[in-house]
């Protein structure tokens, strides 16, 4: 089913899936948009912590199981992960579902990055599983694929009739998704599959261009992740939050500076994150380049800042 | 600001305005997806019914107050109405505000059909009662002015700064609104005058031509609305949704039959309008005609079908 972005296919989600007070269970860090969901629709987002030193893995199933009671309803994944990039492997897919179909509960998988896995990896979306499609919800979207963000075409994928059936009364609400747009949707893709096959590329020599530059700047620590196109890197600072801040207001390089996206505010848990920001590895490398060399003067500045 | 249509101004007026249980009075008939959004925002719609003798004129002040209590959040009316045409005039506006005064509560008004009065009728905006500005709420869009439905661009416009800070939190959460469509929507704005005024006559004219037709069928009572784009018709048969099955299902005239809306859903209170019908007279004349002559043999057919 189309619908306006990937935003409102999570929202449809969760308000079909969820009574108000119902639980979903989603590895932090996550994209904090699906909060704003989460509470439009009444539903409790509960997080499990993936960790930096673990390359943002899917934490083991036990922890994700001890979660679980009569309110959880489904388990959301986005994989490529924003904001992390982590890519969940088929076995990592499978045991979740295993894991689903135990409890009664639902799979939901935000798939809208799925073009973009580096180093060969494949990417597995959750429609490939046979066996489990009637606990399986998969949210995709157009904007990342062909850079059409701003156009609001996105789709719910389901085998399961009853899902369906209750979001088209959500659709009808509100009648139909951008027309037009769709339009423009529909022509995208007859896009040759080489236009993606180059985009990826681009982005992979993006990602391993940003991944080395980052890693020559003192204590920053971080992953190479394999797909999407953001990066968590933790910082040697003690508030993300501060040192963005201050990039903004207090300094520049050559007249420049850059904005950072804090990753504190994509976990749930209070107090994690904080030394952490996302980057994403959108702009060309020249301008990547600028910016890393800005936030390793920017750190030094800001090391500096008291003395 | 901009919202994905008049549906999502609606939906987010409710979201804000309310708390779960909260209550908004409406005149029935009305628009049947308000009710979808209210279900949606987990809002209780409390009617209170305008009806055909008085060809749907907004009921006395005493009836509305009745109803307040300290669950009502808002009065929510659509002028021109849909589904009845209904213009509402500067008075009852007046008399709404003092009652929304009164009881510190807001009034929303839906004027997507703002530009379509006919007979002279002057339309007033909600937005030109200075006085009551910070309890005030339009929503409008551009889909029926420019004849751009499919197209998803709607607002909401008002001087509350709360309320405008409060739904900026859901517009955040979504992203934007379709940015093509936002665009195309701006390149409306910059149609000759003229445009409105030339469509404006001929909806007006088929208005007249439709009443005309329908007052010629026997049994069917009607009125004629100063506004909009829609009559609101009483048939000679016990339930028009079974009547408007049987022109589907059962009936032809010459290869034809004419689908009509019934419009019980239009009401919130159980029972009232089985005998009605919603006509949109976006056709032609000749289209219309067509429909109304078919309406009738429709009717006659019907009447005999048992004998």
């Known amino acids: 089913m189309i619908t306006t972005g990937g935003s409102e296919a999570l929202l449809f989600t969760l308000m079909t899936l969820c009574d108000p007070g119902d639980q979903v269970i989603i590895p932090e860090p996550f994209y904090t948009n699906v909060s704003s969901f989460a509470h439009s629709a009444m539903v409790e987002l509960v997080p499990v912590t993936s960790r930096l030193e673990d390359a943002f893995a899917l934490p083991p199933m036990k922890d994700l199981e001890k979660l679980i009671n009569p309110k959880t309803k489904a388990i959301l994944l986005c994989s490529p992960n924003n904001p992390t990039g982590h890519v969940y492997s088929k076995e990592d897919l499978e045991r979740t579902l295993q894991l689903c179909k135990k409890h009664d509960i639902f799979l939901v998988v935000d798939e809208v990055y799925r073009e973009f896995c ?21 949210v995709d979207s157009f904007s990342k694929r062909y850079s059409m963000c701003g156009a609001r075409v996105g789709m719910l994928v389901s085998r399961n009739k009853q899902f369906l ?49 980052l890693e020559k700047v003192e204590g920053v620590k971080t992953t190479k992740p394999k797909g999407a196109f953001y990066i968590i890197a933790e910082l040697p600072v003690e508030d993300a939050e501060d040192f963005a801040t201050f990039l903004l207001r207090d300094f520049d390089l050559n007249g420049e500076t850059v904005m950072l996206a804090p990753a504190e505010d994509f976990y749930a848990t209070k107090g994690i994150g904080r030394r952490q920001v996302r980057i994403a590895y959108v702009l060309n490398k020249e301008d990547l380049g600028k910016a890393v060399a800005c936030l390793a003067a920017g750190l030094k500045a800001y090391a500096e800042r008291g003395a």
């Open 118 to 138: 580096y180093d060969g990896e494949r990417f597995t979306s959750i429609l490939t599983f046979e066996e489990y499609a009637d606990r399986v919800v998969c």
């Open 165 to 213: 059936t209750d979001t088209l009364k959500l659709s009808q609400a509100r009648l139909c998704p951008p027309d037009i747009e769709q339009v423009a949707a529909a022509a995208a893709l007859t896009t040759d599959p080489s236009y993606l096959v180059e985009v990826k590329k681009e982005y992979e020599s993006r990602r391993n261009f940003l991944v080395e530059a």
